[in-house]
Nanobody, 123 residues
Framework: EVQLVESGGGLVQAGGSLRLSCATSGFTLDDYTIGWFRQAPGKEREGVSCITGSDGSTYYADSVKGRFTISSDNAKNTVYLQMNSLKPEDTAVYYC????????????????WGQGTQVTVSS
């Protein structure tokens, strides 16, 4: 059974940093893509970043390029999202998700989702 569990969210001041973790089970990270998405109140869920397990390729939304870094520790079956220079507009519930499609940052390609972790950035 595929499972994803996010952790690491919290409250941080603008300019600060957080590292989110996505602990996975039920599959091998090497073979699939893990994405991070976020959903702010009243807004649609949007893709933030993803990493392809087979070759480590990474992809980012324009809004987070240069500030967020996605990485994976395949031995621990865990994917991380390091978020630096956080802005109030980064406030959202962050979700990790699983897909068989390399490099996908569109929700419709994702089959399994975690429960989400809240990130709040104060100004």
């Amino acid at each position: 059974e595929v499972q994803l569990v996010e952790s690491g969210g919290g409250l941080v001041q603008a300019g600060g940093s957080l590292r989110l973790s996505c602990a996975t089970s039920g599959f091998t990270l090497d073979d699939y893509t893990i994405g991070w998405f976020r959903q702010a109140p009243g807004k649609e869920r949007e893709g933030v970043s993803c990493i392809t397990g087979s070759d480590g390729s990474t992809y980012y939304a324009d809004s987070v390029k240069g500030r967020f870094t996605i990485s994976s520790d395949n031995a621990k079956n865990t994917v991380y999202l390091q978020m630096n220079s956080l802005k109030p507009e980064d406030t959202a519930v962050y979700y990790c998700a699983f897909t068989v499609v390399p490099g996908a940052l569109t929700m419709r390609w994702y089959d399994y989702w975690g429960q989400g972790t809240q990130v709040t950035v104060s100004s």
